[in-house]
């Protein structure tokens, strides 16, 4: 079964800098989704950006990249001039394309804190 | 505008007395799901349905039933629920199962 770990219980940082979240995979699949879903206070579950398996490009979102290290199984956040309505919990999720559920497997999450 | 919407969004029950919580979208997206988060857990899959009349269960379905008779909507149904399914209900839809748009959340406590 597939496993997704964040090992940051907690990241901060100053305002205007960068922080890069981290997310550890594991599965023995060659295609497959990978996402990372900001959830701020009022627990809404946001998309910020989306990775396919098979694109060695990796994705950007205006401040926010990730560097997707497949053979690594390593799909980490870089959030830039970081704000503070970036404020939030951040979590990595995994989607088989093997599966027929289109089930997401979810990260326990970092909580970001964005110190002014 | 595009969304996914759940109601109530906060409900306060006691133990046994049966509860639906609704889920809409307007995106005409085929595929929808319910997941509960609890703390240091993450998010894990109730229920989800492929299309109409299309239902199967996820990883945690004791204790909830779901039904899809149209395309809109996916209501969770608790016939009898209890404390330990106090949790923050996330209904999420999806056209092609790449990408969730999840819907704001449904804080439920069971006393």
């Known amino acids: 079964a597939q496993t997704v770990t964040q090992s940051q219980p907690e990241m901060s940082v100053q305002e205007a800098e960068t922080v890069t979240l981290s997310c550890t995979y594991d599965t023995s699949e060659s295609d497959y989704y990978l996402f990372w879903y900001k959830q701020p206070p009022s627990r809404q579950m946001i998309l910020v950006i989306r990775q396919e398996a098979y694109k060695q490009q990796n994705a950007t979102e205006n401040r926010f990249s990730v560097n997707f290290q497949k053979a690594a199984k390593s799909f980490s956040l870089k959030i830039s001039d970081s704000q503070l309505g970036d404020a939030a919990m951040y979590f990595c999720?995994?989607?088989?394309?093997?599966?027929?559920?289109?089930?997401?497997?979810w990260g326990a999450g970092t909580k970001l804190i964005i110190k002014p | 505008e595009a969304q996914v919407t759940q109601n109530p969004r906060y409900l306060i029950t006691v133990t046994g007395k049966k509860l639906t919580v609704t889920c809409s979208q307007n995106?005409?997206?085929?595929?929808m799901s319910w997941y509960r988060q609890d703390p240091g857990l993450g998010l894990r899959q109730i229920y989800y349905?492929?299309?109409?009349?299309?239902?199967d269960k996820g990883d945690v379905p004791e204790g909830y039933k779901v039904s899809r008779k149209e395309k809109r909507n996916f209501p969770l149904i608790l016939e009898s629920p209890s404390p330990n399914q106090t949790s923050l209900y996330f209904c999420a839809s999806s056209f092609t199962g790449d990408t969730q748009y999840f819907g704001p959340g449904t804080r439920l406590t069971v006393l």
């Open positions: 999720a995994y989607r088989s394309l093997m599966d027929s559920n289109y089930q997401l497997i």
């Open positions: 349905s492929m299309n109409v009349e299309v239902t």
């Open positions: 995106m005409n997206h085929e595929y």
